[in-house]
């Protein structure tokens, strides 16, 4: 089992900065990866970011590539999602996930979610 808890999110103006963590605990070593997802009022669950323990490799959906930036603290098993530019359509509840393998991205543990609002 591995347990995951988000932090950092909040209501925020449109083109500020928020920072979501998301710390990793129990048998880590069983995920090969770690993603966000979000999911706005009315829409499906989509992925946002997810980065590989091992070796360094990220991968972006297309509408957060270069607004977001995902990265690691491997020694604190955390994960940090840098949101910056935020748009209102941005507003989700925002998952981390531990993901069993880079190649499917499938998801293994979901987080209990953290709710990012960005007002314009």
């Known amino acids: 089992q591995v347990q995951l808890v988000e932090s950092g999110g909040g209501l925020v103006q449109a083109g500020d900065s928020l920072r979501l963590s998301c710390a990793a605990s129990?048998?880590?070593?069983?995920?090969?990866?770690m993603g966000w997802f979000r999911q706005a009022p009315g829409k499906e669950r989509e992925f946002v970011a997810a980065?590989?323990?091992?070796?360094?490799?990220?991968s972006y959906a297309d509408f957060v590539r270069g607004r977001f930036s995902i990265s690691r603290d491997n020694a604190k098993n955390t994960v940090y999602l840098q949101m910056n530019s935020l748009k209102p359509e941005d507003t989700a509840v925002y998952y981390c996930?531990?993901?069993?393998?880079?190649?499917?991205?499938?998801?293994?543990?979901w987080g209990q979610g953290t709710q990012v609002t960005v007002s314009s």
């Open positions: 996930a531990a993901l069993r393998s880079w190649v499917t991205q499938r998801v293994a543990y």
């Open positions: 129990g048998r880590t070593s069983s995920v090969d990866a």
């Open positions: 980065i590989r323990w091992s070796p360094d490799r990220t």
